[in-house]
């Protein structure tokens, strides 16, 4: 098991950069894929990025290509999400995710067994 707790949200202007944190309890986190997801109101919940246990692969959302970059440091426990260019579309909930299975990144919801609470990203135009 694991628990994890988001920090980094907040206000910015569209053009403008965050970064999130996601903290990680426990001596497992660098046996763990760890991905990203967001939720708007009304809307499900989408995959936005993910990063395997070595992090060496990365997966990210088309919408979120070039603009955002995942990352982990394992020595840490800690994942982030460097988010540029941010763009109103991007204002959610976000949140992060651990999957305690082997193989390749996963972007359903359902597959990530451990969450964290979540952070909230708004984007005024």
């Known amino acids: 098991q694991v628990q994890l707790v988001e920090s980094g949200g907040g206000l910015v202007q569209a053009g403008g950069s965050l970064r999130l944190s996601c903290a990680a309890s426990?001596?497992?986190?660098?046996?763990?894929?760890m991905g990203w997801f967001r939720q708007a109101p009304g809307k499900e919940r989408e995959f936005v990025a993910a990063?395997?246990?070595?992090?060496?692969?990365?997966s990210y959302v088309d919408s979120v290509k070039g603009r955002f970059t995942v990352s982990r440091d394992n020595a840490k426990n800690t994942l982030y999400l460097q988010m540029n260019s941010l763009k109103p579309e991007d204002t959610a909930v976000y949140f992060c995710?651990?999957?305690?299975?082997?193989?390749?990144?996963?972007?359903?919801?359902?597959?990530?067994?451990?969450w964290g609470q979540g952070t909230q990203v708004i984007v005024s135009s």
């Open positions: 426990g001596r497992t986190f660098r046996l763990y894929a």
């Open positions: 990063i395997s246990w070595i992090g060496g692969t990365t």
């Open positions: 995710a651990a999957d305690d299975d082997w193989g390749p990144l996963r972007v359903r919801p359902e597959s990530y067994d451990y």
